[in-house]
């Protein structure tokens, strides 16, 4: 079982940024993985992916030019640098790992994921 835990949520001013960083109890390097956010009242979303291989990305419309998903190998984690946001921003934002080595834009369905962190909370005030 790969348990999943996110770091880096907070409250910030609309403009600003956040690093959030999604770590695990063995190495994240093998696997597919993803950002899923969910604000309240509203359904689960993609944010952002990236392959095994960290040579291919994927992002939502929303975010495109905002946010940065990376990978730190020698941390073993997945980080997304969130700049410029925006109080629709405002969500629990949950990391996903895909065991099954999935790719391309099927990255961006959250039902291939099969592991998932917590959730932090990021807030964007306006």
């Known amino acids: 079982q790969l348990q999943l835990v996110e770091s880096g949520g907070g409250l910030v001013q609309a403009g600003g940024s956040l690093r959030l960083s999604c770590a695990a109890s063995r190495t994240l390097n093998s696997y597919p993985m993803g950002w899923f956010r969910q604000a309240p009242g509203k359904e689960r979303e993609f944010v952002a992916a990236i392959s095994r291989s960290a040579l291919s990305t994927y992002y939502t419309d929303s975010v495109k030019g905002r946010f940065t998903i990376s990978r730190d190998i020698a941390k073993s984690t997945v980080e997304l640098q969130m700049n410029s946001l925006k109080p629709e921003d405002t969500a629990v934002y949950y990391c996903?790992?895909?065991?099954?080595?999935?790719?391309?834009?099927?990255?961006?369905?959250?039902?291939?994921?099969?592991?998932w962190g917590q959730g932090t909370q990021v807030t964007v005030s306006s």
């Open positions: 996903a790992a895909d065991a099954h080595q999935n790719t391309g834009v099927t990255l961006t369905n959250a039902l291939v994921y099969d592991y």
